[in-house]
């Protein structure tokens, strides 16, 4: 898997030729796929070939458009991203409502315990409070500690006048990051052969990304933390830059350090084999 986030944001045409990505504008680059994990075009004057979206599509390599604010607005992936694809949906329809709710407790014990070691990492007090939310989380999370937990974290971490929703900075920033987060856990869900609309826990019929949805949650901490850190500042290309660069942050998980974007599919394969096996298994959860 590659490791570059290549983003397009000049007038220029984008082609393939011998397993390199061709950008043509005043000079003449060529990038090795290999080495390319995710492409965001943020120029609307881009012009790209159906010849390189193949090719990208076939080595499951993600292109984002972004829209004339330069936000993420849609992204290509293939329809098929393993060779037993219909296995894997037809296992994942089949999930059992007592094992769903058992992976999203999980899921919201790791995801409150990240956003706690967060506020721990910024030196903030009250992730104490957090810590308490975690035992007290319940099959399917049916007393909702992920919603009181949220509240308490995000009043700690961004003030208490802050809401979740406004059109403030701080939230644009939250909503750019939690896109190209999203984008690369739809990524990995297709690449693993599942799809992405049939969730854990959310289950919204307007959402065709409920699965990538429960399982982003235990990685937003670590956008969350370049926002409190880039808090003052306005939100341009630098701050975007960025947000995308934490794909390129190493965490460690499964007793190795690893790039946010390998840690993601390590994340992921342990969540489905939770879902799928009766044997004992474990979600795995990553370290700051």
């Not at 826990?201 to 982003?216: A, G, P, R, Y």
């Not at 808090?231 to 007793?255: H, P, S, W």
Request: net charge neutral; proline share 2%.
């Amino acid at each position: 898997m590659g490791w570059r986030t290549i983003v397009v944001n000049k007038n220029c045409k984008l082609s393939y030729k011998n397993d390199y990505l061709i950008v043509r504008s005043e000079e003449l680059k060529m990038i090795h796929l290999s080495e390319i994990n995710m492409i965001i075009v943020e120029n609307g004057m881009v012009s790209i070939t159906s010849y390189l979206i193949n090719e990208l599509a076939n080595k499951k390599i993600k292109i984002i458009f972004c829209d004339e604010k330069h936000n993420p607005s849609c992204e290509m992936m293939p329809y098929y991203g393993s060779f037993n694809t219909s296995k894997k949906i037809l296992n994942q329809i089949n999930w059992t409502k007592d094992k769903k709710d058992e992976a999203w407790k999980e899921i919201v014990k790791i995801k409150i315990t990240n956003q706690a070691m967060l506020l721990k990492k910024l030196d903030i007090n009250g992730y104490e409070k957090l810590l308490e939310y975690v035992n007290e989380v319940r099959s399917g999370d049916s007393t909702n500690r992920e919603g009181h937990a949220a509240k308490v974290y995000f009043n700690l971490l961004y003030g208490m006048d802050f809401i979740r929703g406004r059109s403030d900075n701080t939230n644009v920033a939250l909503d750019y990051g939690y896109s190209i987060l999203l984008s690369v856990l739809n990524r990995e869900v297709v690449s693993k052969g599942y799809i992405t609309p049939i969730g854990i826990n959310h289950k919204s019929e307007f959402n065709q990304f409920n699965l990538s949805c429960d399982l982003m949650e235990v990685f937003r901490p670590l956008i969350d933390e370049v926002v409190y850190t880039n808090r003052e500042f306005a939100f341009d290309k630098n701050y975007k830059y960025k947000l995308i660069n934490v794909m390129n942050q190493t965490v460690t998980i499964g007793d190795k350090e690893q790039y946010v974007s390998n840690a993601i599919p390590i994340f992921i394969s342990s969540v489905f084999d939770f879902l799928e096996n009766d044997k004992e298994s474990k979600i795995i959860n990553y370290e700051f």
